[in-house]
């Protein structure tokens, strides 16, 4: 196992009826900005209960922030922060309203001229305007890590950008407020969970059990409650391990002590910025061709994957590495994803050099576990996902 320091101090509100209790949660006399999206939470009862939560304070919103939050947007509500004077964000929403709070709050102490810097520098952001969550899609694990992604359409670019300033100060995950959520959506948070833990798995063997076996068991308990989730999203329990399992799967927790991948994220986003396909849906369309391409220094681990969540019990390591493959383009199909750049768009010739192009400028010239993806490399994955 390799050496870490571990630290989460997002405090999370677990349950039904959950969000009366924000009220104890942010500070006294706070002025607090409400950050929300296209308006699901005007539809499903969730902008109700947070009003009555926070009746006792002073509240500006800011709705209408798109899915894969929008730079030019945000900076009006950087805006309002500055001209309101406001002292605590709530983000309610799912991971795009989350990123985009978590933007706000980095960049309302940023001392330069322009935000966007702190998506180009890559610097870790160390100090943030407080804010705290109500999760209203399980997908992102955004509501108890310090990442955010924000895009910019103008110059098709979707980046990153983190730090230890960046993690809620509490997030409320009430299993309730799936009920409203379409299935498309449903079968998004469920796959991009289920790749965020594949991210910190399927890598190399650091004779780290204990994480394998975390991220075993989120991968096992998204396969089982999946297609409970997509035909009734009123059943409690399922809704319950669902929310949990995907918050499970990027606080942190199982990445420590183990090498991470990411490639799949990396390539993914390219996708988004291009085309505007959903976020989970790029991974979907990645994931295999990774692992493909990489089958020599993942073998190992697609073996044990396959033994250990899909049940594979004969054949060689290579074989079980090619049926994990296997399941896991089927699992993402039974979940009515498609795993292939064409099934989203027509225009998807140039795709794969422009991705690489993309990553030479940025001077992103090793990626992966073994930072040994190279621009060239990411061609030949993104080519072989048409
Ligand atoms: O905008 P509204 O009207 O609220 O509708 C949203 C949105 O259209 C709707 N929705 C959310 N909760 C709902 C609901 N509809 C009905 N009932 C509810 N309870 O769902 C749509 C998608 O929401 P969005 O927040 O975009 O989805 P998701 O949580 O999948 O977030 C995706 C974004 O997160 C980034 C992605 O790149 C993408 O920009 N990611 C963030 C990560 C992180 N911070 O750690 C890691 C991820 O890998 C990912 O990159
Ligand atoms: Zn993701």
């Known amino acids: 196992m390799n050496n870490f320091q571990y630290k ?39 902008y109700e209960q947070v009003k009555e939560a926070l009746k006792d304070f002073e509240l500006v919103e800011f709705g209408g922030i798109p899915a894969n939050p929008e730079y030019e947007i945000l900076l009006e ?125 399927m890598t190399y063997s650091v004779g780290a059990k204990l994480q394998d076996r975390f991220a075993e068991s989120i991968l096992q308990t998204l396969i089982e409650v999946a297609p409970k989730i997509i035909e009734d999203t009123s059943d409690y329990e399922a809704a319950s391990n669902f929310m949990w399992s995907c918050t499970m799967a990027l606080n942190g927790l199982i990445q420590q002590g183990v090498p991470t991948d990411w490639a799949i994220h990396a390539m993914g986003h390219e996708l988004t910025a291009l085309y505007g396909i959903d976020h989970a849906r790029t991974l979907a369309i990645i994931t295999a061709s990774h692992y493909k391409y990489n089958f020599e220094t993942k073998k190992e681990k697609l073996a044990q994957f396959a033994e250990r969540v899909f049940e594979v019990k004969f054949g060689t390591e290579e074989e079980k590495a090619l049926i994990a493959i296997e399941k896991t383009n089927e699992f993402f199909e039974s979940l009515g994803i498609a795993t292939k750049l064409s099934d989203y768009t027509e225009e998807f010739e140039g795709t794969a050099q422009h991705i690489s192009k993309k990553f030479e400028e940025r001077g992103w010239k090793a990626i992966g576990e073994h930072q040994a993806l190279k621009p060239s490399d990411v061609e030949k994955i993104v080519e072989m996902s048409y």
């Open 8 to 46: 989460n101090p997002t405090k999370i509100l677990f349950g039904k009826d959950q969000i009366a209790n924000i009220k104890n949660e942010i500070p006294t006399g706070a002025k607090v900005l409400m950050t929300y999206g296209g308006g699901s939470i005007k539809k499903n009862g969730i």
């Open 77 to 201: 509500a950087l805006k309002v922060i500055k001209e309101e004077k406001i002292d605590f964000i709530l983000a309610v929403g799912g991971g795009s309203i989350i990123d985009g709070t978590k933007f706000l709050s980095g960049a309302a102490y940023y001392e330069g001229d322009t935000p966007w810097n702190l998506l180009t520098d890559r610097k870790p952001v160390t100090k943030g305007l407080p804010f705290g969550s109500v999760l209203t899609l399980p997908a992102t694990g955004s509501e108890m890590n310090s990442g955010a992604v924000v895009s910019r359409r103008e110059i098709k670019e979707k980046l990153a950008m983190g730090g230890p300033g960046l993690f809620p100060q509490f997030s409320v995950l009430d299993p309730t407020v799936i009920k409203s959520i379409p299935k498309r959506q449903l079968a998004n948070g469920i796959a991009d969970a289920f790749t965020h833990v594949l991210e910190q798995y």
